[in-house]
């Protein structure tokens, strides 16, 4: 397909996809690859806890097509290995199948499978462009659709688990400077753990959350953390102000329940971390693949939610000097204390050294917190006791971000750190 019919069906699509509905998505990309004198188009999206890719029905119900079209595990398939690497994989049969991911700016979705009889350097391009296209298409019908969501879960969700994950951002976001990629589970069972992230044109911002309790009243209370934090920073509020909203808000609609709390800014100019730490386990520095000993490790103070009587004082803001390339890990105790069969308990240094493994290998921050959590899940022989929750943010002011890459198959020294602020509000 030349260049000038290749825009005509963009055109027709973008202004198709406006009105049709989240089941009719597979359908008029099939359409639109059939256009293209592609053989056929399947989309695959990544379940909740990234092990497979399902693939969307076509249209409401079963069908002998979609029955045709199994799940894909992540691990240990072309599909997955799209997926894992956000990298186009070719191989050839009596057709050609490309497989190539499908992102949202760089939160990843799952991937686009296409058949073609032939192919060229043009219309490898335009497969890139419909797979980036279609990327978007399917997170913005996501945010309403049953049949997308239902089909990136393999069981049902507790009522607390649908209550925190309706509230939480995209897994992953960033730019040409910072990226912020977390990773939550159980992820159908989740009671008082939380995550948020945000971007300005000079700023992120990212909070962890891990809320006392099991139930739903802790995923109240990580709720009302979440709207504090975002209500009072989208009004100009510093850090400071929004742990005294949050404060406030639990004792007077959730009294008794406590929280632990990390709220953080990173200035994407200059690399200082601002951050406040209420009763959390202490963030980590990784830098050139080795944790910074000591690095983010204050004075505690005490969570959120204590009466007023014996709540702390203004929260203690921290500031540090970030170097380009450096990492800042946030967990919940869940991480550490997760215990195997035998008792023996995660711990600190297991989580240092599988991070440090997955990001000396290279791994872009959301591939190595999927392969962290997945480490977590294997020793605890995928039965957490508690909530687990890991953020993972990089400060890469002079690179670009991590980004799709494109290969093909045929199958035939530490430094220094700046000084604490130890500012107190």
Same mark, same amino acid.
């Given at each position: 397909?030349?260049?000038?019919?290749?825009?005509?069906?963009?055109?027709?699509?973008?202004?198709?996809?406006?009105?049709?509905?989240?089941?009719?998505?597979?359908?008029?990309?099939?359409?639109?690859?059939?256009?293209?004198?592609?053989l056929?188009?399947?989309?695959?999206?990544?379940?909740?806890?990234?092990n497979l890719?399902?693939p969307?029905?076509?249209?409401?119900?079963?069908?002998?097509?979609?029955?045709?079209?199994?799940?894909?595990?992540?691990?240990?398939?072309?599909?997955?290995?799209?997926?894992?690497?956000?990298?186009?994989?070719?191989?050839?049969?009596?057709?050609?199948?490309?497989?190539?991911?499908?992102?949202d700016?760089i939160?990843?979705?799952?991937?686009?499978?296409?058949?073609?009889?032939?192919?060229?350097?043009s219309?490898?391009?335009?497969?890139?462009?419909?797979?980036?296209?279609?990327?978007?298409?399917?997170?913005?019908?996501?945010?309403?659709?049953?049949?997308i969501?239902?089909?990136?879960?393999?069981?049902?969700?507790?009522?607390?688990?649908?209550?925190?994950?309706?509230?939480?951002?995209?897994r992953?976001?960033?730019?040409?400077?910072?990226?912020?990629?977390?990773v939550?589970?159980?992820?159908y069972?989740?009671?008082?753990?939380?995550?948020?992230?945000?971007?300005?044109?000079?700023?992120?911002?990212?909070?962890?959350?891990?809320a006392?309790?099991?139930?739903?009243?802790?995923?109240?209370?990580?709720?009302?953390?979440?709207?504090?934090?975002?209500?009072?920073?989208?009004?100009?509020?510093?850090?400071?102000?929004?742990?005294?909203?949050?404060?406030?808000?639990?004792n007077?609609?959730?009294? =008794?329940? !406590?929280?632990?709390?990390?709220?953080?800014? *990173? %200035?994407? +100019?200059?690399?200082? /971390? #601002?951050w406040?730490?209420?009763?959390?386990?202490?963030?980590?520095?990784?830098?050139?693949?080795?944790?910074v000993?000591?690095?983010?490790?204050?004075?505690?103070?005490?969570?959120?939610?204590?009466?007023?009587?014996?709540?702390?004082?203004?929260?203690t803001?921290?500031?540090?000097?970030?170097?380009?390339?450096?990492?800042?890990?946030?967990h919940?105790?869940?991480?550490?204390?997760?215990?195997?069969?035998t008792?023996?308990?995660?711990?600190?240094?297991?989580?240092?050294?599988?991070?440090?493994?997955?990001?000396?290998?290279?791994?872009?921050?959301? =591939?190595? !917190?999927?392969?962290?959590?997945?480490?977590? *899940? %294997?020793? +605890?022989?995928?039965? /957490? #006791?508690?909530?687990?929750?890991?953020?993972?943010?990089e400060w890469?002011?002079?690179?670009?971000?991590?980004?799709?890459?494109?290969?093909?198959?045929?199958?035939?020294?530490?430094?220094?750190?700046?000084?604490?602020?130890?500012?107190?509000?």
């Amino acid at each position: 397909m030349d260049d000038a019919a290749f825009g005509r069906l963009l055109t027709r699509l973008l202004a198709d996809a406006h009105r049709c509905g989240p089941d009719d998505l597979p359908s008029l990309l099939r359409g639109a690859a059939r256009s293209m004198g592609l053989l056929d188009a399947t989309i695959f999206v990544a379940d909740i806890q990234q092990n497979l890719l399902a693939p969307l029905p076509d249209g409401p119900g079963p069908s002998a097509s979609d029955e045709a079209r199994p799940s894909l595990a992540v691990d240990g398939t072309l599909a997955g290995w799209a997926y894992r690497t956000e990298s186009l994989r070719i191989t050839s049969g009596d057709d050609l199948t490309i497989w190539l991911p499908l992102v949202d700016g760089i939160e990843r979705i799952g991937v686009i499978r296409l058949m073609a009889p032939h192919l060229d350097a043009s219309t490898l391009d335009q497969c890139k462009t419909l797979a980036s296209l279609t990327g978007q298409l399917v997170h913005s019908k996501a945010e309403y659709s049953d049949t997308i969501l239902h089909t990136a879960r393999t069981r049902p969700m507790t009522m607390q688990a649908e209550l925190a994950w309706a509230f939480m951002p995209p897994r992953t976001i960033g730019n040409d400077r910072v990226t912020s990629s977390a990773v939550l589970e159980p992820a159908y069972e989740i009671g008082g753990d939380a995550f948020d992230h945000s971007l300005t044109a000079d700023t992120l911002h990212v909070s962890v959350v891990d809320a006392m309790g099991h139930d739903l009243a802790s995923g109240l209370s990580a709720a009302v953390a979440m709207a504090g934090c975002r209500s009072t920073r989208r009004a100009g509020g510093s850090l400071t102000d929004i742990t005294t909203a949050v404060d406030d808000a639990l004792n007077r609609w959730l009294p =008794e329940r !406590l929280l632990t709390a990390v709220f953080a800014d *990173l %200035d994407l +100019h200059t690399g200082v /971390l #601002t951050w406040v730490n209420r009763g959390h386990p202490p963030p980590l520095i990784i830098r050139r693949q080795r944790v910074v000993p000591g690095a983010l490790k204050r004075a505690s103070q005490l969570p959120l939610g204590l009466a007023p009587e014996v709540s702390s004082p203004a929260s203690t803001i921290h500031q540090v000097q970030l170097q380009p390339g450096d990492r800042v890990l946030i967990h919940t105790d869940g991480v550490t204390e997760a215990r195997s069969s035998t008792g023996e308990q995660f711990g600190e240094q297991r989580l240092i050294d599988t991070i440090v493994r997955a990001t000396s290998a290279g791994e872009p921050a959301s =591939e190595a !917190l999927r392969r962290l959590i997945h480490t977590i *899940l %294997d020793h +605890h022989r995928d039965h /957490l #006791t508690d909530d687990a929750t890991i953020l993972l943010a990089e400060w890469h002011p002079h690179v670009s971000a991590p980004g799709p890459r494109s290969s093909l198959v045929d199958s035939g020294q530490n430094t220094e750190l700046g000084r604490d602020g130890g500012t107190a509000a």
